[in-house]
């Protein structure tokens, strides 16, 4: 048994045997104790012990019932208003939790708790007056708690009342000094109020508070070239150079500061003088390569600067594959692609796990149009990303090129069925399907997949162009072909092989003439003129009678390649053989 239950007894013990040595009471008899009205119990802790364990248990509705019966019960227990106004607060039902935070205060004005929930609810009611008149209270009679101080100057800030909050944060500025997070507090106070003077004043203050912290300086000279204020922050970047020479950052900065003065000279220098700081981190100076130098700057006059720039990162730091990665996107923005390469081939030496570098990677062997190298990295790729249907599509172009056609279908029916809901590149994969089909002998399948093609993206110049050609040589819906055709060409009209498909069609369709004018402007483009359109050429001469001509067509075709099985004949025989 507790202590204070054995006093308690010992005093009733006490007053009972008072009362039964009064004369009074002796008259009466044992039925007169129960003329003495019996006082109602202020709380019952064990029923608010069983519904804070319905409450733990997560039995929120059922401990809320409970608590809602208790006030019933025990009208005067400030515990039981408080809990309910916590679970009703929990159901965002601010308005009623304030009630009742508002009742627990008002039976214990004595408890701090009380009063910091009722200024929550009092925020989250949107009655910020009264959670300012609540904090103001807490803060006179809580003087050493700076938290209370906060919340206040922040209620302020809400309220737009700025002179007020300046106030509170000057009287937390009184105990604890100058501090950084209550200077800036102040000054975008004072910016906010156009004061600026008094903006300046309070980022001085902190400088002088903390002579030997660089990062202030930088932070008054941000704000003195905010305010067009150059020669004051130059001042004051020169300043952090003495202070700290090996700062990692300001060679940065003054970069920012002579672009923002249109000084290009200076701009390259301390930029390089950044770059060749090994203290600077590495993705800091990528960012800042990258803002420094647009695409078209690069591309341009400043290319020289970027890729010195990016030497300059490599030599800093030559263990870090993002540094070799930036270059090779610098080369081939440039057009440098074997550089490029090259340069991506270092990155995936130093670290393989970046799937965009081989991407990367296997794309500049296909500009280069280096099929074997993009075969070979393209099978590793896989081995690496086999769930990657970009490097499926490289892997199947390169031996597509190199006229491996089984093994090209076979990657491209791999990866298709990876590729999900990505449109363009599943367009791309029945465009080289078509194209693989058609170099197997099945037209019947090449149709199909171009057709899937189209359905997925009708407006490909390249699987029109390619799906009618093949139509064309098998003499098969020739219109449609015609129709396909001039569509790539309305998007494309000075591509040479579109002009060439189009002629060819026209002389299938008996149209010579006109066949002859396309091809003769496919042949303009002496880059990519093939012995395919040379003997095409020829064929539309032949029947229009010029045959000398022809024949000498057919030759040049044979000397540059690529004509049909048929082209020796037709010069020996001396006659177009239709195919």
């Given at each position: 048994?507790?202590?204070?239950?054995?006093?308690?007894?010992?005093?009733?013990?006490?007053?009972?045997?008072?009362?039964?040595?009064?004369?009074?009471?002796?008259?009466?008899?044992?039925?007169?104790?129960?003329?003495?009205?019996?006082?109602?119990?202020?709380?019952?802790?064990?029923?608010?012990?069983?519904?804070?364990?319905?409450?733990?248990?997560?039995?929120?509705?059922?401990?809320?019932?409970?608590?809602?019966?208790?006030?019933?019960?025990?009208?005067?227990?400030?515990?039981?208003?408080?809990?309910?106004?916590?679970?009703?607060?929990?159901?965002?039902?601010?308005?009623?939790?304030?009630?009742?935070?508002?009742?627990?205060?008002?039976?214990?004005?004595?408890?701090?708790?009380?009063?910091?929930?009722?200024?929550?609810?009092?925020?989250?009611?949107?009655?910020?007056?009264?959670?300012?008149?609540?904090?103001?209270?807490?803060?006179?009679?809580?003087?050493?708690?700076?938290?209370?101080?906060?919340?206040?100057?922040?209620?302020?800030?809400?309220?737009?009342?700025?002179?007020?909050?300046?106030?509170?944060?000057?009287?937390?500025?009184?105990?604890?000094?100058?501090?950084?997070e209550i200077t800036l507090q102040k000054h975008k106070i004072y910016l906010h109020l156009k004061e600026y003077h008094n903006a300046e004043a309070e980022l001085q203050e902190l400088v002088k508070a903390y002579p030997g912290d660089s990062r202030y300086y930088s932070i008054l000279a941000e704000y003195y070239m905010s305010r067009k204020?150059?020669?004051?922050?130059?001042?004051?970047?020169?300043?952090?150079?003495?202070?700290?020479?090996?700062?990692?950052?300001?060679?940065?900065?003054?970069?920012?500061?002579?672009?923002?003065?249109?000084?290009?000279?200076?701009?390259?220098?301390?930029?390089?003088?950044?770059?060749?700081?090994?203290?600077?981190?590495?993705?800091?100076?990528?960012?800042?390569?990258?803002?420094?130098?647009?695409?078209?700057?690069?591309?341009?006059?400043?290319?020289?600067?970027?890729?010195?720039?990016?030497?300059?990162?490599?030599?800093?730091?030559?263990?870090?594959?993002?540094?070799?990665?930036?270059?090779?996107?610098?080369?081939?923005?440039?057009?440098?692609?074997?550089?490029?390469?090259?340069?991506?081939?270092?990155?995936?030496?130093?670290?393989?796990?970046?799937?965009?570098?081989?991407?990367?990677?296997?794309?500049?062997?296909?500009?280069?149009?280096?099929?074997?190298?993009?075969?070979?990295?393209?099978?590793?790729?896989?081995?690496?990303?086999?769930?990657?249907?970009?490097?499926?599509?490289?892997?199947?172009?390169?031996?597509?090129?190199?006229?491996?056609?089984?093994?090209?279908?076979?990657?491209?029916?791999?990866?298709?069925?990876?590729?999900?809901?990505n449109n363009e590149i599943l367009a791309q994969y029945y465009m080289y399907l078509g194209d693989v089909y058609h170099a197997l002998d099945r037209p019947s399948d090449s149709d199909k997949a171009y057709e899937k093609s189209l359905q997925i993206k009708d407006n490909n110049p390249y699987v029109l162009n390619n799906y009618s050609y093949?139509?064309?040589?098998?003499?098969?819906?020739?219109?449609?072909?015609?129709?396909?055709?001039?569509?790539?060409?309305?998007?494309?009209?000075?591509?040479?092989?579109?002009?060439?498909?189009?002629?060819?069609?026209?002389?299938?369709?008996?149209?010579?003439?006109?066949?002859?004018?396309?091809?003769?402007?496919?042949?303009?483009?002496?880059?990519?003129?093939?012995?395919?359109?040379?003997e095409h050429y020829g064929d539309v001469l032949y029947n229009l009678d010029r045959k000398e001509e022809a024949i000498n067509y057919w030759k040049m075709a044979l000397e540059k390649g690529e004509g049909s099985k048929l082209l020796q004949e037709k010069i020996t025989q001396k006659r177009w053989i239709e195919k």
């Amino acid at each position: 048994m507790k202590q204070s239950e054995i006093k308690f007894i010992c005093l009733m013990v006490f007053l009972l045997g008072a009362m039964v040595g009064s004369p009074l009471l002796a008259q009466q008899g044992e039925d007169a104790v129960d003329q003495y009205p019996k006082e109602k119990p202020v709380s019952n802790p064990s029923a608010l012990i069983d519904a804070k364990k319905l409450l733990i248990a997560g039995n929120v509705q059922d401990a809320e019932a409970s608590l809602r019966k208790y006030i019933e019960k025990y009208p005067s227990d400030p515990v039981a208003y408080f809990e309910l106004a916590r679970i009703i607060a929990g159901k965002k039902d601010y308005p009623e939790a304030k009630l009742f935070a508002e009742k627990a205060w008002e039976l214990d004005n004595t408890n701090i708790w009380y009063q910091l929930f009722l200024a929550e609810t009092c925020k989250l009611s949107q009655d910020y007056e009264q959670a300012v008149a609540i904090y103001e209270d807490i803060v006179a009679t809580n003087p050493d708690n700076l938290d209370h101080y906060y919340q206040l100057a922040a209620l302020y800030l809400g309220l737009g009342k700025y002179q007020q909050s300046i106030k509170i944060y000057n009287r937390i500025e009184k105990r604890v000094g100058v501090s950084e997070e209550i200077t800036l507090q102040k000054h975008k106070i004072y910016l906010h109020l156009k004061e600026y003077h008094n903006a300046e004043a309070e980022l001085q203050e902190l400088v002088k508070a903390y002579p030997g912290d660089s990062r202030y300086y930088s932070i008054l000279a941000e704000y003195y070239m905010s305010r067009k204020k150059n020669e004051k922050a130059l001042e004051l970047y020169n300043r952090i150079l003495e202070i700290d020479p090996n700062n990692a950052y300001i060679h940065m900065t003054l970069a920012d500061y002579y672009r923002k003065t249109d000084d290009r000279q200076k701009v390259f220098e301390e930029l390089k003088l950044g770059f060749g700081n090994p203290n600077l981190d590495v993705d800091t100076k990528i960012n800042i390569l990258l803002s420094f130098y647009t695409i078209n700057e690069i591309v341009t006059d400043l290319k020289e600067q970027a890729f010195e720039l990016s030497e300059l990162l490599i030599q800093t730091h030559p263990d870090d594959p993002k540094v070799f990665s930036i270059q090779g996107d610098l080369l081939a923005q440039d057009q440098q692609f074997e550089a490029a390469r090259n340069a991506f081939l270092k990155v995936i030496a130093l670290d393989s796990s970046k799937y965009i570098v081989w991407e990367e990677l296997l794309r500049m062997d296909l500009l280069m149009t280096d099929y074997e190298h993009l075969r070979k990295y393209g099978k590793r790729g896989l081995e690496l990303y086999p769930e990657q249907p970009v490097i499926y599509l490289f892997s199947a172009l390169a031996e597509l090129q190199l006229k491996n056609y089984s093994e090209a279908e076979k990657l491209l029916n791999m990866g298709v069925k990876l590729v999900g809901n990505n449109n363009e590149i599943l367009a791309q994969y029945y465009m080289y399907l078509g194209d693989v089909y058609h170099a197997l002998d099945r037209p019947s399948d090449s149709d199909k997949a171009y057709e899937k093609s189209l359905q997925i993206k009708d407006n490909n110049p390249y699987v029109l162009n390619n799906y009618s050609y093949y139509l064309s040589i098998r003499g098969k819906d020739l219109d449609k072909a015609e129709q396909m055709t001039k569509r790539a060409l309305s998007m494309d009209p000075e591509n040479s092989s579109f002009q060439d498909t189009y002629g060819w069609i026209l002389f299938k369709l008996g149209q010579h003439e006109q066949a002859l004018e396309w091809i003769e402007k496919s042949l303009k483009d002496q880059q990519n003129q093939s012995g395919e359109v040379l003997e095409h050429y020829g064929d539309v001469l032949y029947n229009l009678d010029r045959k000398e001509e022809a024949i000498n067509y057919w030759k040049m075709a044979l000397e540059k390649g690529e004509g049909s099985k048929l082209l020796q004949e037709k010069i020996t025989q001396k006659r177009w053989i239709e195919k």
